[in-house]
């Protein structure tokens, strides 16, 4: 199955540092949302990258590959994480996979990072936050509206770099000729609602343009967190004749071009390589994850 798609990434309006980091290759689409501020959430999600781009370039991936991937990069957490600061992510993203002689799109997910599905003018959530309020939700305790003022509501019971064992949620959906699927961060469902995604993914026909689009909405509405957004389409005939990669790098309100900052502006694969960074501590191990700092500012060492 071939693929056509774009991806866009900004620190957002109220943090200093990117701590977003995304993947955009065949058969692998992901984004990553650090937590931890500069030199801990920014390096978690890169390693997540790091750990998943190693299948970019197979015809497609295996569900056991998938894992491998979250198994690795849990356990690069745990190890480079030293000398007391606190880091993680969460992994949210879709692989072409095949079963049976057909082509599915194999979703995963661990954390608060989003898959959609746009399909026959319909917008589906496939993933579910690992969040104190979805569980909340899912109790009835209560409502959506409740749900988007609750005071835990960034408080994560599932991430990468706790000390747990990675706990991925996967989902298999059958791939067909008219799908697009968009994997985002919180930073752009914090401030664009569904209606206006599936708008614009209605309305918007090239994935790059789309991807850039979702960004610039939550730059209007405050982009009060790092914003990340990947949109990918099951390429016709006539709309690509190869897998070609995409990821533009977009900043301020009007997404221009500029000199990329990975520190500032977050992590794109492919890119070009970095030297070793300072190796940071692992999140000690416990029920939830919440942002250990919000504010993004840097935790003491």
Known sequence: MRTSWGSAT???LVREVNEDALLAYPPVFLVADGM?????????SRIAVEEFAQLAGQAAATADDVHACFDRTAARIRTEFTGGRQGG?????????????GSYWLVFNVGDSRVYLWSGDALEQVSVDHSVVQELLD?????LTEAATHPERHVLTRALGTGDPPEPEYWLLPAGLTDRLL???DGLTREVGDEDLARVLAETADPQDAAAHLVRLALEHGARDNVSAVVVDVATAAGAHDDVH??????????GPYVWDEMLNGVTVPRRART?????????????TPDPNPSNEELPS
């Open 246 to 255: 995409i990821t533009v790098p977009r900043t301020g309100a009007e997404l």
């Open 139 to 143: 109790l009835g305790e209560i409502d």
């Open 36 to 44: 931890g501020g500069h030199d801990a959430g920014d390096l978690a």
């Open 183 to 185: 994997i985002c961060t």
């Open 10 to 12: 900004d620190r957002g």
């Open 89 to 101: 992510t969460t992994v949210a993203g879709v692989a072409v996979t095949e079963h049976d002689g």
């Open 276 to 288: 070793a960074t300072k190796p940071i501590p692992r999140v000690p191990p416990g029920p939830s």
